[in-house]
């Protein structure tokens, strides 16, 4: 079965940074694009980021680009999301996903930026 494991969250000031975790298993995840998602309270889910299966090209949503990093280190089933100068509008909680369309998520894990 698919599973994934997000981790890294926290309660953090505007302006500083958090790394996000999410742990894969029950797939092959080298053959695979991944992606972060992220959901705020009274808001739909949104793509955050995605990442090519290899990791040669990244995406982001306009609202992150040039704060946020997508990175995978394949031999550890592991997709990264580095986040710089947050800001409390990015609060939320924050999922993994196997590509776009797939139907398994994680538990998420919930960031919070505040003063």
């Known amino acids: 079965q698919v599973q994934l494991v997000e981790s890294g969250g926290g309660l953090v000031q505007p302006g500083g940074s958090l790394r996000l975790s999410c742990v894969a298993s029950?797939?092959?995840?080298?053959?695979?694009?991944m992606a972060w998602y992220r959901q705020a309270p009274g808001k739909e889910r949104e793509l955050v980021a995605d990442?090519?299966?290899?990791?040669?090209?990244?995406q982001y949503t306009d609202s992150v680009k040039g704060r946020f990093t997508i990175s995978r280190d394949n031999a550890k089933n592991t997709v990264y999301l580095q986040m710089n100068s947050l800001k409390p509008d990015d609060t939320a909680v924050y999922y993994c996903?196997?590509?776009?369309?797939?139907?398994?998520w994680g538990q998420g894990t919930q960031v919070t930026v505040s003063s």
């Open positions: 996903r196997r590509g776009r369309y797939d139907a398994n």
């Open positions: 029950g797939f092959t995840f080298r053959s695979y694009p």
């Open positions: 990442i090519t299966s290899a990791g040669g090209i990244t």
